[in-house]
């Protein structure tokens, strides 16, 4: 029995931050993919999956791969990032999106983010331009899209190559304007955390034509084999360098299932997200904790719903709090300016001070296709916030 005259703490049945969904053909897919006799790249379903991509984002060409690092890595490449080049981009993000400029022998310039939106600051990014800048790597926070006008305007007064990381942006809009179409190349993941999942895998967008041929050859390790398969060449052979980038039909096959469902995880993302914002609005009206903002013409596709808090030791507590209620609510990224590889191999521009601050209160709240425990996870939320 409770202590009299304190409120018995609601615990639930355990409740993750995530688990991958089935929403349509995936089986059958598969299974069809096995008869086709082709598992591996660039096969049947490899085409629908791209041709997919492209008439949703616009893009003039798409390539799936095996990961969204693996697209990140392709994009460093077709920026042409070599010994000392430098590619300026926000410190609040995966480690993949630095990875891939650091083996190429570059430098990530880490710049801080907006306190609202928490995507790169076009003002910081601006201020860490430098004669050895090649490219800005932009990256869409909570499938909310960074202020891509300001990023181009800036890609063509510097002649920079601007990279959309849209790794949780599918199906976002800016003003209208799809994720991933709104740089020279993007990238996107279909992590098995993200909306649209195949497990691991992702792709490449590219929206300059003039990269389209050559991140065909380093997606198949530095060959023409795409052009001899279209009869372009009559053999095909070493001619650039590459890696192998694609994935197999298996997952392009579970992947195409997904895709061909998009709208209604779509629906589904949004109506969870509402959800969250309508179960926490007394507590963000009366100060306790924040959530994210509304910004005008910026469409997110309900990728993520978070909530701030004023410090790590409210954050911290509120964490454990829905652990000892058996709900997963994990924090976030850890600064990549302040991590060991990040001091060895990189260097900041400015002061961090916002993606530090957001990094120690942000915390994610569960949300995926399947969840059907939502309201549990408002009320104890909102009783551990309350307390």
């Given amino acids: 029995m409770p202590t009299e005259g304190l409120t018995p703490k609601l615990v639930c049945r355990n409740i993750p931050f ?38 949703k984002t616009g893009a003039s060409g798409a390539l799936i791969t095996h990961s969204c690092t693996a697209a990140l890595e392709m994009a460093a490449i077709l920026c042409d990032i070599g010994p000392g080049d430098e590619v300026i981009m926000p410190s609040f993000t995966f480690v993949s999106t630095a990875n891939a400029v650091v083996m190429r022998g570059g430098v990530p310039v880490f710049v801080d983010i907006d306190p609202v939106s928490l995507n790169i600051c076009p003002k910081k990014a601006q201020a860490a331009i430098t004669e050895r800048t090649k490219a800005i790597f932009v990256v869409h926070y909570a499938g909310v899209l960074a202020d891509m006008p300001a990023f181009t305007k800036m890609g063509k007064a510097h002649n920079l190559l601007i990279v959309e990381d849209a790794a949780q ?28 999942i195949s497990g691991e895998g992702g792709a490449l967008l590219i929206n300059n034509p003039a990269l389209q041929e050559r991140a065909e050859i380093i997606r198949e390790k530095g060959t ?8 372009q060449v009559d053999k095909y052979t070493w001619v650039d360098i590459g890696s ?11 992947l195409y299932a997904q895709l061909s469902q998009e709208d209604k995880i779509y629906k589904r ?10 179960g926490f609005q007394n507590v ?8 994210p903002a509304h910004i005008p013409d910026n469409q997110h596709n309900g990728h993520m719903y978070y909530l701030l808090f ?12 829905m652990k ?11 600064p990549l300016h302040s991590s060991p590889a990040g001091q060895k191999y990189a260097r900041s521009c400015g002061d961090m001070g916002v993606t530090d601050m957001i990094s120690e209160t942000l915390v994610r709240l569960p949300i995926f296709y399947s969840l059907q425990d939502q309201q549990a996870v408002i009320d104890a939320a909102v009783e551990i916030i309350k307390g």
């Fill in 244 to 254: 192998s980038y694609l994935p197999g039909e298996l997952i392009a096959a579970f």
């Fill in 224 to 231: 023409n084999r795409s052009q001899f398969f279209r009869g």
């Fill in 169 to 196: 942006a599918l199906g976002s809009t800016l003003a209208g304007r799809p994720a991933g179409s709104l740089g020279d190349l993007a990238t996107f993941s279909f992590h098995e955390t993200k909306n649209v």
């Fill in 324 to 334: 000892g209620r058996n709900i997963v609510t994990p924090f976030h990224y850890v």
């Fill in 284 to 291: 963000i009206k009366a100060g306790k904790v924040r959530g």
């Fill in 18 to 55: 995530n688990a991958p969904s089935l929403v349509g053909d995936e089986f059958s897919h598969i299974a069809d993919a096995i008869h086709r006799k082709q598992l591996s790249g660039d096969g049947h379903y490899t085409k629908l999956c791209e041709i997919w991509l492209k008439n």
């Fill in 269 to 278: 993302r949004l109506e969870m997200w509402h959800a969250y914002a309508d």
């Fill in 310 to 321: 004023d410090t790590l030791e409210q954050r911290q507590g509120f964490i454990e709090g």
